[in-house]
């Protein structure tokens, strides 16, 4: 058998480890229990499962447009307080009122 054969084998065979590599890295997790069993005033939890490398999806911050704020509830108010802030973590609020932003 060639070199250059044995090259080409072992190439297939890591191109075919890594595909399914990737297959099962980027599955979904299925639900086991229907919406209605998780919801409502005592939902069904399952035990947690270990992961070596979990599952952590986070929301897209989305800033507000001119003239636009959140709808309240009754009695509070929203105010824009700071614009242009890049990627803002922490908000502090000190004792005399000042707003720490990091």
Do not use: C
């Not at 990737?22 to 919406?35: H, I, S």
């Not at 499962?49 to 009754?74: F, H, L, M, S």
């Amino acid at each position: 058998m060639s070199i250059l054969r044995k090259i080409l084998i072992g190439l297939a065979v890591f191109v075919v480890v890594a595909a399914a590599g990737v297959w099962l890295a980027t599955r979904p997790d299925k639900a086991t229990l229907t919406e209605a069993e998780v919801s409502g005033p005592r939902p069904t939890l399952v035990d947690p499962e270990a992961q070596t490398i979990p599952t952590i999806v986070t929301a897209d911050p989305v800033g507000w447009k001119a003239n636009e704020a959140p709808t309240p509830a009754r009695g509070l108010v929203v105010t824009r307080f700071a614009e242009g802030l890049d990627h803002p973590r922490t908000v502090y609020t000190l004792p005399n009122g000042d707003v720490l932003v990091a």
